[in-house]
């Protein structure tokens, strides 16, 4: 059975105590398990700023945890199964990493995919390992990218997704327990993690870049060669276009623009 992740249990994997890693080359900032617990929202930026403080498109950052209440199913009785099979007397010191794949083996399921959000561009605010393993048995169409066609079936499902989060300093090292079941949406795995920008308003310079969704597709694609940041605004930050002159644009309201950070589209 799937049941859908509810906050408080995504807050306990995205805040889990993974310790120290031999890595943490530098932790002046803390560790994500030290930090507070994070907000609701998909989309993390600041509110209200001066305009003489710096602010920069990279403020706005996609809350991973709110990802995984939005988007992540866990398959019940493999989490359940999972951490008895952990809490084992015997494997007090494996890995998470290992101990997952020993028991989907042992379950007929087989790796088909595996890699680190670190790898690709995302804006996230915490990083996650995925893998996708495959049954053996498996009936539904080979290509495991795609949600559809697969034979979802809840008690040996086709495929399963696993989801370690990145809870220490260093990318390298301090990983949560696996998080076991799927993601909804188009893909297995959701893999557009980058915040999308639309210009908010009816002028015609909003219609002209929303309409072709010109923000949309990246960073090669992201505001910062056609617009200066000036300061944000109740959730929207303010800029003028690159080729005017800032203090002009701070005061001539006219002359600025509220760009809109949004989650990308994820499917249905």
Avoid at 208 to 235: A, H, I, K, M, Q
Wanted: net charge negative; aromatic share 14%; glycine share 6%.
């Amino acid at each position: 059975m799937y049941e859908p992740l509810d906050f408080e249990t995504a807050v306990s994997f995205t805040r889990e105590n993974t310790g120290k890693a031999l890595c943490d080359s530098g932790d002046y900032y803390g560790r994500h398990w030290q930090q507070p617990a994070p907000k609701a929202d998909i989309i993390e930026r600041p509110e209200n700023t001066d305009p003489d403080q710096y602010c920069d498109f990279c403020d706005a950052s996609i809350n991973t945890t709110a990802l995984l209440v939005q988007l992540f199913e866990q398959h019940v009785e493999f989490t359940e199964e999972y951490d008895d099979f952990a809490n084992r007397e015997e494997h007090e010191y494996t890995s998470h990493f290992e101990l997952i794949e020993a028991f989907l083996e042992n379950k007929g399921y087989h790796q088909v995919a595996r890699d680190n959000t670190y790898n690709s561009e995302n804006d996230l605010t915490q990083q996650f390992v995925y893998a996708v393993w495959r049954h053996e048995n498996a009936e539904g169409r080979g290509d495991w990218l795609y949600n559809r066609g697969w034979d979802t079936h809840e008690d040996t499902p086709d495929y399963i997704v696993i989801v370690h989060v990145h809870t220490g300093c260093d990318v390298r090292g301090g990983y949560s327990r696996p998080l076991i079941g799927k993601f909804e949406g188009d893909y297995t795995v959701p893999f557009d993690l980058k915040v999308e920008w639309y210009i908010d308003g009816d002028s015609e310079l909003a219609e002209e870049v929303n309409d072709s969704g010109y923000y949309t597709n990246g960073y090669g694609c992201r505001p910062d060669d056609d617009f200066t940041p000036l300061y944000w605004n109740n959730g929207m930050l303010m800029c003028c276009q690159s080729d005017v002159d800032k203090e002009e644009a701070l005061a001539d309201e006219a002359l600025q623009y509220a760009l809109v950070p949004s989650e990308p589209y994820w499917g249905e």
